[in-house]
């Protein structure tokens, strides 16, 4: 079954980088470019992992990964950060609000590859 992932952030060209570095795994892949538009595609989609801009024009990302992860309907879905905030403090806060990973632009393909495989291959 492929595996579906939403991309959340208001840059466009961030959705297009995430989405050519993932491209040769076949994922089904969509965009969101806000916090409400993100809540609402994780609710229709139920994707299997939401690539989530922690600075989103509505709403901060932290506050989206919060309500996902505290609607039973959405809970289960994976989420990594990917933000400019390098500091620990960010990351932590990332945790505590359900994130499951955390990744730091500029970001390499590699690493972005790695850490989506990780978190699909738990399912």
Request: one cysteine or more.
């Amino acid at each position: 079954m492929v595996k579906k992932i939403l991309i959340a952030d208001d840059e466009e060209t961030i959705r297009k980088t995430v989405k050519e570095c993932l491209k040769s795994d076949r994922y089904e892949m969509f965009e969101a470019a806000d916090g409400n538009s993100t809540l609402r595609m994780a609710r229709e989609l139920k994707p299997d992992l939401i690539i989530l801009d922690l600075m989103l024009p509505d709403k901060w990302g932290y506050a989206v990964c919060e309500e996902i992860k505290a609607d039973p309907e959405t809970q289960g879905i994976r989420v990594i950060f990917l933000t400019g905030r390098k500091s620990s403090p960010s990351q932590r806060l990332g945790e505590l609000k359900g994130g499951d990973d955390y990744l730091v632009k500029p970001f390499t393909p590699a690493e972005l590859r790695s850490k989506v495989r990780k978190l699909l291959e738990q399912e």
